[in-house]
């Protein structure tokens, strides 16, 4: 199972001296989160995608392309990439660029974002939202298996004897999760191509999260893939943590309060009882993740929410010495001890090259315009 950190780069005040970071400041920190989650054994850092202030991260593949070189082992990902809005012709190629630079250690998860006027400015219409995502990501996914494409849509220019460049690494596309807190046509979609499904789990109860993860199991199955529990499943998750409990709601009470999503609405307590939400000891986190499962099954990633409403740097990285120190290796052990033999691990560049029965030299040479023929290359 992997356990990582996502961010959504939010520049946020905070709310104990009302100062907010630079824009420049909050990217440092991003990539210092990213690093500290290497140093402290998580295996995932996954950048959100906006384009809108109060957020940073408008280019997801430059932060994660500098992270991988200061990197060897973290595995990089996205916590959105809006598959409606960017070209999935760029998305085919700077996602392959990524994977070539970082020796594989990439995956993305697609999703439409919360911010509804990102269409327009994108030349996009919000009303279009779902079958942009459907039919970009059939573009996508042709891009990554196909050599030469043809194609003809509905929201982009026909394409003919197209070859996105690079291909990917060892012939193998990076694992797509497709994330939706509530859209069931992405759990469809998901399951149809045989890949992940990420509920983000953090605004909504856990009957929420429960249909949503059943209904893309049993069409995971329905179309073929393999059994529902054999269906790929991510979480997220909102974790806040001291030794002690009321000292993690004490300090955590003001950010919550205040957070621009959910502050000034239910109280802190309501929220934690409500949903996934975990702010207290260690231990507590520990038992309340376990009960994730319960509800989901066995599934392969989990990623927490640890850098938003505020909350300085300084905090953040105390708070991933303690899910890397105390927390992740008893969740690592217990659900591993828990997992069934047929149920597959979570996907890596590795896996997906074996399960295509090797690596393979993927690309493609252009034929000559003058003799209408190939160069010689030597394999």
């Known amino acids: 199972m992997q356990f990582g950190i996502f961010s959504v780069g939010d520049v946020t005040v905070d709310p104990t001296n009302g100062r907010a970071p630079t824009e420049r400041e909050r990217i440092k920190a991003m990539v210092a989160i ?8 998580l295996d995932v850092f996954a950048t959100g995608e906006h384009h809108n202030p109060p957020f940073v991260p408008s280019s997801p593949t430059t932060m994660l392309g500098y992270i991988a070189a200061r990197t060897e082992r973290l595995l990089l990902s996205t916590a959105t990439t809006l598959i409606t809005t960017n070209d999935p012709v760029k998305i085919a190629e700077d996602y392959a660029m990524l994977q070539h630079l970082a020796d594989g250690r990439v995956d993305l998860m697609m999703g439409r974002g919360n911010t509804g006027p990102v269409y327009p400015w994108f030349g996009k219409d919000i009303r279009a939202g779902i079958p942009l995502a459907i039919e970009n990501y059939d573009l996508l996914h042709r891009l990554w298996r196909e050599d030469v494409v043809d194609w003809k849509g509905r929201f982009r220019t026909p394409l003919q004897s197209f070859t996105s460049t690079p291909r990917p690494l060892d012939g193998v596309p990076p694992f797509v999760w497709h994330g939706s807190i509530r859209s069931p046509e992405i759990a469809e979609q998901a399951a149809y191509y045989g890949d992940g499904f990420f509920h983000n789990h953090i605004f909504w109860p856990k009957e929420h999260t429960q249909r949503m993860v059943n209904l893309y199991r049993q069409r995971f199955e329905h179309y073929g893939h393999g059994s529902a529990d054999q269906a790929i499943v991510g979480l997220g998750g909102q974790v806040f943590m001291r030794k002690n409990s009321q000292d993690a709601v004490r300090e955590f009470r003001p950010y919550f309060d205040n957070a621009p999503v959910y502050g000034h609405g239910p109280s802190l307590e309501e929220f934690t009882t409500e949903t996934p939400l975990t702010v207290g000891s260690p231990q507590q ?31 953040v990285l105390e708070q991933l010495d303690l899910l890397g120190e105390e927390v992740v290796p008893v969740l690592r052990k217990e659900f591993d001890s828990m997992r069934p033999a047929h149920v597959p691990a979570a996907p890596t560049h590795a896996s997906l090259v074996a399960a295509a029965g090797g690596a393979k030299d993927s690309t493609v040479h252009a034929v000559d315009d003058v003799t209408g023929k190939a160069p010689e290359v030597n394999r």
Do not use: C, N, S, W
């Not at 990213?34 to 054994?41: C, P, Q, R, S």
């Not at 520990?286 to 640890?306: A, K, N, P, W």
């Open 285 to 315: 986190v520990i038992d309340r993740t376990l009960t994730f499962r319960d509800y989901v099954g066995d599934y392969q990633r989990q990623l927490f929410l640890m850098d938003h409403a505020g909350l300085p740097l300084k905090t």
């Open 34 to 41: 990213a690093l500290k989650a290497e140093e402290v054994g």
